[in-house]
């Protein structure tokens, strides 16, 4: 009868992009009510581990809670089960969410069309 407080978040694409919104603007809500402390969006994506994958997939950093894509400074992500992600990048005033199934298998592939779609929107 416990929930499971890591995982099993039940939300749409729009809700995830939302949740990606509050971090691109640094806390601040749409009306303009602040919910997080000033600074710690930024706080969040310092850099404290990173993850080296042992099938040889893409090594990420690790902040507070949030994922840091090396190769995009700035980028904070959430990664979800099998494929799942919601990508904030506040240098580009873009957030992207994936959602579905992706077996590990294509983990890398998908990462990096992520990766294009962050390119894509460098000079945005």
């Known amino acids: 009868g416990t929930f499971v407080g890591s995982s099993y978040v039940y939300a749409t ?14 806390g601040v809500t ?3 009510t602040r919910i997080l402390p ?5 706080q969040a994506r310092t850099q404290v581990a990173l993850d ?3 099938d040889g997939g893409p090594s990420f950093g690790y902040g507070r809670q949030w994922w840091l ?8 992500a959430c990664h979800g ?8 990048a506040p240098d580009r005033d ?3 969410v994936h959602l579905g199934k992706s077996p590990v298998d294509r983990r890398t592939p ?3 069309a992520l990766a294009r779609v962050l390119e894509a929107y460098a000079g945005a």
């Open 69 to 76: 894509w090396p190769d995009f400074p700035g980028v904070m």
């Open 13 to 26: 694409a729009r809700d995830f992009a939302r949740f990606g919104r509050l971090y691109l603007d640094d």
């Open 110 to 112: 998908l990462v990096a």
């Open 30 to 32: 749409a009306d303009g």
């Open 52 to 54: 080296v994958p042992d």
């Open 81 to 88: 089960y099998e494929g799942q992600y919601t990508i904030v």
């Open 94 to 96: 873009l957030v992207v």
């Open 38 to 42: 000033v600074g710690w969006r930024d």
